[in-house]
């Protein structure tokens, strides 16, 4: 089994920046691709970003590309989410996801164990 717990959402004025940690614990970090999604009230949970087991791939959405950064550090156990020139439509719960991919995949069902989400709210 892999806990992951998010931390570092928030309440955030449009153009602002938030970053999103990840904490992960019970089995080994590096074996698994991490990732992030989110879920607004009403929609489906939607991939944001990934990155794979070394950190030397990542993926993103097309609707945060540019905007987004995924990164991690193993020796720590921990992903982050740097978001910047947020938007009132990056409004979401924000969740973190470990599967065990060799790359950084975009679908849900890549990935075996989730966290319980954070909270991001982008005022206008």
């Known amino acids: 089994q892999v806990q992951l717990v998010e931390s570092g959402g928030g309440l955030v004025q449009a153009g602002g920046s938030l970053r999103l940690s990840c904490a992960a614990s019970?089995?080994?970090?590096?074996?698994?691709?991490m990732g992030w999604f989110r879920q607004a009230p009403g929609k489906e949970r939607e991939f944001v970003a990934a990155?794979?087991?070394?950190?030397?791939?990542?993926n993103y959405a097309d609707s945060v590309k540019g905007r987004f950064t995924i990164s991690r550090d193993n020796a720590k156990n921990t992903v982050f989410l740097q978001m910047n020139s947020l938007k009132p439509e990056d409004t979401a719960v924000y969740y973190c996801?470990?599967?065990?991919?060799?790359?950084?995949?975009?679908?849900?069902?890549?990935?075996?164990?989730w966290g319980q989400g954070t909270q991001v709210t982008v005022s206008s």
């Open positions: 990155i794979s087991r070394s950190g030397s791939n990542t």
């Open positions: 019970g089995r080994t970090f590096s074996n698994y691709a």
């Open positions: 996801a470990a599967g065990v991919s060799f790359f950084a995949p975009r679908r849900k069902d890549e990935y075996d164990y």
